[in-house]
T-cell receptor
């Protein structure tokens, strides 16, 4: 099993460019999450998907869109990148309901917006 | 402001010593989770403690939860250089366990 995978690992964008971060999992997770991690800030939830076909905003959704393409894949799109979106982005998956299950994280995508 | 906040922000100890990290949160929870992050990597789950539990053990880890004080502590006993990492607590803001909030973390350095 590959677990939770993310592509790309690194990306440099210019202000105003768009891109999609891809996340896939082969652990049969119902829920999937996108976080960003800035230095000294811990992780902040951008969007989550409790099940296939549903998405909800987290703490910092502005400037992002998501798509839960199917149970395995959850993508994050930046339509018009800004320097403030320079960060490390993590995708995570989780099985079960009620919060009594751990999240499994991908290795992260390091994004720089110039 | 963040739901979970760890202290200290950074901790440096010698191998073999114990390390204690604390987490405070603001709203009621149904469980609290601790994660570890090695430099440049994703987070790895360590332990989950439910709101009706006061203490939980897993190997060299001991977690306590005080819901009256809205705080938790993570104790790592007999630390090793390999324990060097950042440690985060996480709680859920909703009753469905979906909208997670992580604290800023404690950066632990274990010196050989």
């Amino acid at each position: 099993n590959a677990g939770v995978t993310q592509t790309p690992k690194f990306q440099v964008l210019k202000t105003g460019q768009s891109m999609t971060l891809q996340c896939a999992q082969d652990m049969n997770h119902n829920s999937m999450y996108w976080y960003r991690q800035d230095p000294g800030m811990g992780l902040r939830l951008i969007y989550y998907s409790a099940s296939e076909g549903t998405t909800d905003k987290g703490e910092v959704p502005n400037g992002y869109n998501v798509s839960r393409l199917n149970k395995r894949e959850f993508s994050l799109r930046l339509e018009s990148a800004a320097p403030s979106q320079t960060s490390v982005y993590f995708c995570a998956g989780r099985s079960g309901t009620g919060g009594y299950n751990e999240q499994f994280f991908g290795p992260g995508t390091r994004l720089t917006v110039l | 402001s963040q739901q979970g906040e760890e202290d200290p922000q950074a901790l440096s100890i010698q191998e073999g010593e114990n390390a204690t990290m604390n987490c405070s949160y603001k709203t009621s929870i149904n469980n609290l989770q601790w994660y570890r992050q090695n430099s440049g990597r994703g987070l790895v789950h360590l332990i989950l403690i439910r709101s009706n539990e006061r203490e939980k053990h897993s190997g060299r880890l001991r977690v306590t939860l005080d819901t009256s004080k809205k705080s938790s502590s993570l104790l790592i006993t007999a630390s090793r250089a390999a324990d060097t990492a950042s440690y985060f607590c996480a709680t859920s803001l909703d009753n469905y366990g979906q909208n997670f909030v992580f604290g800023p973390g404690t950066r632990l350095s274990v010196l050989p």
